[in-house]
């Protein structure tokens, strides 16, 4: 192990303390439950974790959750963003994940062709 490899396990650890304290400014939460994982929803998943590091994106959480009771819609992603409300998008491909990270996350516009929902949370 060199210096440039403690660097990044360094900075990995940063960021998940960062996001474990509650930091994210957007929590992006992946149905995976049995009809999700049939749907895509694993590489609906990399897609987003792969899409969010290769952007550099350190104030975003992509997890995980549970059945929403909409198997027709899978993979179903909710994104939460703090005063803003939570959009639920069905039928996310890893493509339509490449580009909800680039038009939602990144630009702030809803990718509204896969919105199937959204619910205004006061917190």
């Known amino acids: 192990m060199n210096l440039e490899d403690l660097k990044k396990i360094r900075e990995k650890r940063e960021k998940d303390m960062w996001l ?8 992006v939460a992946v149905s995976m439950g049995t009809s999700g994982i049939a749907a895509g ?4 998943m990399r897609a987003f974790l792969d899409e ?9 959480l992509v ?9 027709s819609k899978e993979p179903i992603v909710t994104v939460s963003e703090e005063g803003k409300p939570t959009v639920i998008y069905g039928a996310v491909s890893a493509e339509v ?6 038009d939602h996350l990144v630009n702030g516009n809803p ?7 959204t619910e205004n949370t006061k917190k």
């Open 111 to 117: 990718v509204s062709e896969f919105v199937i929902e």
């Open 97 to 102: 994940a490449r580009k909800i990270v680039a």
């Open 20 to 27: 474990r304290e509650g930091k994210a400014r957007v929590k």
């Open 52 to 60: 969010v590091e290769k952007r550099g994106l350190k104030d975003i």
């Open 41 to 44: 929803a694993r590489q609906t």
């Open 63 to 71: 997890t995980q959750s549970g059945e929403r009771g909409l198997s």
